[in-house]
């Protein structure tokens, strides 16, 4: 059974920083990609960056290249979502999710999920 647990959420002023964690277990060997979503009040879930587990290549949404990072540790089996320069636009639930082979944009596309993680931005 696959679990994703994140951490690192939390409420911060703007221009501050967070390191966000998504822990996973469970996973057999092989490619995967883990990725973040994150939804805001009354907004789609979307997909803000992922990883692949096999050779590190990421992807970071362009609008948020400059303030969000996306990493992982397999010693650990955590992937790790840094943002800098926080705005109150940051403001949502952010998710961790995991599917088997390539990443991909669409939210349903993701087989597994975390519980999610709140960062709240105050101006």
């Known amino acids: 059974l696959v679990q994703l647990v994140e951490s690192g959420g939390g409420s911060v002023q703007a221009g501050g920083s967070l390191r966000l964690s998504c822990a996973a277990s469970?996973?057999?060997?092989?490619?995967?990609?883990m990725a973040w979503f994150r939804q805001a009040a009354g907004k789609e879930r979307e997909r803000v960056a992922s990883?692949?587990?096999?050779?590190?290549?990421?992807y970071v949404v362009t609008s948020l290249k400059d303030r969000f990072a996306i990493s992982q540790d397999n010693a650990k089996n955590t992937v790790y979502l840094k943002i800098n320069s926080l705005k109150p636009e940051d403001t949502a639930m952010y998710y961790c999710?995991?599917?088997?082979?390539?990443?991909?944009?669409?939210?349903?596309?993701?087989?597994?999920w975390g519980q999610g993680t709140q960062v709240t931005v105050s101006s």
């Open positions: 999710a995991a599917r088997g082979q390539y990443c991909t944009r669409d939210y349903a596309d993701y087989t597994y």
């Open positions: 469970g996973y057999s060997a092989g490619d995967y990609c």
């Open positions: 990883i692949l587990s096999s050779n590190g290549i990421s």
